[in-house]
């Protein structure tokens, strides 16, 4: 394992006023606690706001970080770049989160990398509690296209810098998310176009157990279209489109395609309890 120092960092100031989120970039199944948007800490590619405080406070958000400028980048040099494993993000010598990298090897959802880190300390100043926070990269799209997606779950309080895959997805306030850099706006036609999905739900790094793939299949003309397929037991059958490039089924299947040509998509399963929440993303085949 190894340790990358953060040398440098900026500090914002916290607020939900200030938080710079942006709904039609993607969505979260609690925007009380967890709001996608583009980045204002750490770079600014899109990403998400958390809480400002620990136990959070609904609706009291610091700004939105950076997936790629923030997490992302400090975890590829924690752990070797492209290596998987796992090692100590470390702001100014002091070990703020243990975190982990996971690249899918083969089947569906091949080089889908999956990022976890475990809140170990206090934030520096004015940046927010990430908690438990899982977030995976959709592969195979270029950075203007980058689709992400994931769960958070609020720090636990615990503090021990000994190696524990727990991230705390137990908890109740459990919010999944997804987010883009390039939401279509107008769908192009699709006949039977498929992307293999990976869900993310109640995710272990160690084991990599809440982890599942599937395909699913689109089609759309003119102003309409539906998704089919199952993703760890969720049928999509019902699942409509709009020709703006949102998809919904009822009130539990929400999400987003990406890109000019719906290269890719990404969207979350809502449902009672938020044990069963599951969000998921991909690209076409």
């Given at each position: 394992?190894k340790?990358?120092?953060?040398v ?22 609690n ?35 950076s997936?790629?400028?923030g ?62 926070e ?8 270029a ?22 895959p ?12 997804f ?10 036609n699709l006949?039977n ?9 109640k ?7 809440g982890v599942y ?11 309409s ?8 037991g ?15 089924n ?7 395609f ?28």
């Amino acid at each position: 394992m190894k340790k990358f120092l953060l040398v440098s960092a900026i500090a914002l100031a916290a607020s939900p006023a200030f938080a710079a989120t942006d709904a039609t970039k993607g969505g979260s199944s609690n925007t009380a606690y967890v709001q996608v948007g583009t980045g204002e800490i750490l770079g600014a590619g899109v990403g998400i706001a958390m809480p400002a405080t620990n136990p959070p406070t609904a609706d009291v958000l610091a700004k939105v970080v950076s997936f790629e400028g923030g997490p992302i980048d400090k975890t590829d040099k924690a752990v070797s770049y492209a290596a998987n494993g796992n090692g100590y993000i470390d702001i100014q010598g002091n070990k703020l989160s243990e975190t982990w990298k996971h690249t899918i090897a083969g089947g569906a959802g091949v080089g889908t990398e999956i990022y976890a880190y475990r809140q170990i300390k206090e934030p520096m100043p004015n940046f927010p509690h990430f908690g438990g926070e899982v977030i995976a990269k959709v592969p195979g799209l270029a950075a203007s296209n980058a689709v992400y997606f994931g769960e958070w779950a609020p720090w636990d309080g615990s503090t021990g810098t000994a190696h524990d895959p727990d991230l705390g997805m137990d908890s109740s306030l459990r919010t999944v998310f997804f987010v883009g850099e390039n939401p279509t706006t107008s769908m192009p036609n699709l006949t039977n176009v498929a992307y293999d999905v990976v869900g993310i739900q109640k995710y272990n790094p160690d084991t990599q157990a809440g982890v599942y793939t599937g395909t699913l299949t689109a089609n759309f003309s003119g102003t309409s279209g539906s998704i089919t397929g199952t993703l760890n037991g969720v049928n999509f059958s019902g699942t409509s489109i709009s020709d703006t490039g949102s998809f919904s089924n009822g009130s539990t299947i929400s999400g987003k395609f990406y890109g000019n040509q719906a290269e890719a998509l990404a969207g979350m399963y809502d449902t009672t309890g938020v044990a069963n929440d599951m969000a998921f993303g991909g690209a076409q085949q």
